[in-house]
């Protein structure tokens, strides 16, 4: 577990290949909306989607996470160095 509140330090994490920094402790699902990325990954169908429940529940936020497939991220803490990767419009289940 990542002692977020003892964090005040800025870091970086990379999201969709682009290196940004995040002030302040946040899960990736809040980074996510933070940044306007609404697509978590995309449907069989093709429709996008997104963190629905926010604990973990409805599994839609899913992301690769350090290349590890199938985190959630509304359950995610951001930590420095995170590589973040969402389906968006173009992956698949």
Same mark, same amino acid.
């Not at 577990?1 to 999201?15: A, G, K, S």
């Not at 302040?24 to 933070?34: I, K, N, R």
């Not at 963190?51 to 199938?70: F, I, L, S």
């Given at each position: 577990?990542?002692?977020?509140?003892?964090?005040?330090?800025?870091?970086? #994490? /990379?999201?969709?290949?682009?290196?940004?920094?995040?002030? !302040? @402790?946040?899960?990736? =699902?809040?980074?996510?909306?933070? &940044?306007?990325?609404?697509?978590?990954?995309?449907?069989?169908?093709?429709?996008?989607?997104?963190?629905?429940?926010?604990?973990? #529940? /409805?599994?839609?936020?899913?992301?690769?996470?350090?290349? !590890? @497939?199938?985190?959630? =991220?509304?359950?995610?803490?951001? &930590?420095?160095?995170?590589?973040?990767?969402?389906?968006?419009?173009?992956?698949?289940?």
């Amino acid at each position: 577990m990542i002692d977020v509140q003892h964090r005040q330090t800025p870091f970086q #994490v /990379c999201l969709n290949r682009e290196w940004i920094t995040v002030q !302040q @402790p946040m899960t990736v =699902a809040a980074l996510l909306l933070s &940044k306007n990325t609404l697509a978590t990954r995309a449907a069989v169908s093709g429709a996008t989607r997104f963190a629905v429940c926010g604990m973990g #529940v /409805c599994q839609e936020c899913r992301v690769t996470v350090d290349d !590890q @497939p199938h985190q959630l =991220a509304c359950q995610v803490w951001c &930590k420095e160095g995170m590589v973040i990767e969402t389906g968006g419009e173009n992956a698949r289940d």
